[in-house]
Nanobody
Framework: QAQLVESGGGLVQPGGSLRLSCAASGSIFGISVMGWYRQAPGKERELVAQFWPGGSTRNADFVKGRFTMSRDNAKNMLILQMNSLKPEDTAVYYC?????????WGKGTPVTVSS
């Protein structure tokens, strides 16, 4: 079983930056599909970015040139660096791990982009 805890969300002005972190406990960090999703008010949850165990990544189109996902395997941490934030990036951001048919979710961290 895995536990995921997100941090780093908050209020930021358009054009600003935030760094989200996900601390993962359990033994699946290095062998799971790990990633970030977000859910804006009134909308469905959507993929932001994913790491696959073989090293490949999958990113949403809106990530390009603005968001960078990284991982620290020694600390079991997943990082999402978000730059050039826009009001439409406002959402709750969730850390996700998928392993052996099971989705694990953190409780989410809210991001609000507003002037």
């Amino acid at each position: 079983q895995a536990q995921l805890v997100e941090s780093g969300g908050g209020l930021v002005q358009p054009g600003g930056s935030l760094r989200l972190s996900c601390a993962a406990s359990g033994s699946i960090f290095g062998i799971s599909v790990m990633g970030w999703y977000r859910q804006a008010p009134g909308k469905e949850r959507e993929l932001v970015a994913q790491f696959w165990p073989g090293g490949s990544t999958r990113n949403a189109d809106f990530v390009k040139g603005r968001f960078t996902m990284s991982r620290d395997n020694a600390k079991n941490m997943l990082i999402l660096q978000m730059n050039s934030l826009k009001p439409e990036d406002t959402a709750v951001y969730y850390c996700n791990a998928y392993y052996n048919g099971i989705n694990y979710w953190g409780k989410g961290t809210p991001v609000t982009v507003s002037s």
